[in-house]
Every structure is written in C-alpha cells, then in structure tokens.
C-alpha cells in the first residue's frame, strides 16, 4: 500500500489543524492505521492509531483530549484532527499502515507514508 500524507503547515498556539493520510494500492481495512511524529533532534514517536474497523483507537497520553483519529475505509483515508495545539507539537508527521492488524499496544508499522510538518508558533 502506498501512503500520501498531507495537510500540514503552520499555525499558532491553540490552533487547529488537520492530516489527512490517503492510501492507494490496497483496500484500507486491510491495516491498522497510525501516525507518529518526529520533532527535530528527537526520535520518532507514536502518537494515535485507530484499529481497521474504527472501532478502536489509542493515543500517547500528551495529546489525548486534542487529537483524533479517524477513519474512512471508502474514501481509503486515515485522519488527525489536531486542537489546541501547542509548540511542543512541532514536528514532521507521518502515517503509517500496520499489516497485522493486532490490539493497538502492538501497533508496528508496515508501510510508511512521507511526512507532512506541522509547525506550531507560540
């Protein structure tokens, strides 16, 4: 499956913005869905996955309450809706595909898409 990440840009604190993750070359309820973030000099971190039916997601405890994850496995398109972001949100996000379609704690990517930055001012 091949993913196209898109909708960053910049915005400031207590803005909102929101991602949108396409998928192309598999039908999306194969995967479970996640994004992840990378803010500079930092390591890539989990942060929201939403199971294949949508039934189910999680997310790192920082944004819980501010972003949601969504998903439209006709329109073969994941979504993060970010608010009340902070600066500390900076970073490139990227979504990713998990093929083995475990419980969310064990979400490891198969596919990744490329990143999209997002980047908050204070």
């Known amino acids: 499956v091949q993913l196209q990440a898109s909708g960053g840009g910049l915005v400031q604190a207590g803005g909102s913005l929101r991602l949108s993750c396409a998928a192309s070359g598999r039908t999306l309820s194969n995967y479970n869905m996640g994004w992840f973030r990378q803010a500079p000099g930092k390591e890539r971190e989990f942060v929201a996955a939403i199971i294949w039916s949508g039934g189910s997601t999680s997310y790192i405890d920082s944004v819980k309450g501010r972003f949601t994850i969504s998903r439209d496995n006709a329109k073969s398109t994941v979504y993060l809706q970010m608010d009340n972001l902070n600066p500390k949100d900076t970073a490139v996000y990227y979504c990713?595909?998990?093929?083995?379609?475990?419980?969310?704690?064990?979400?490891?990517?198969?596919?990744w898409g490329q990143g999209t930055l997002v980047t908050v001012s204070s």
């Open positions: 990713a595909a998990d093929a083995m379609k475990l419980h969310l704690g064990a979400f490891r990517p198969t596919y």
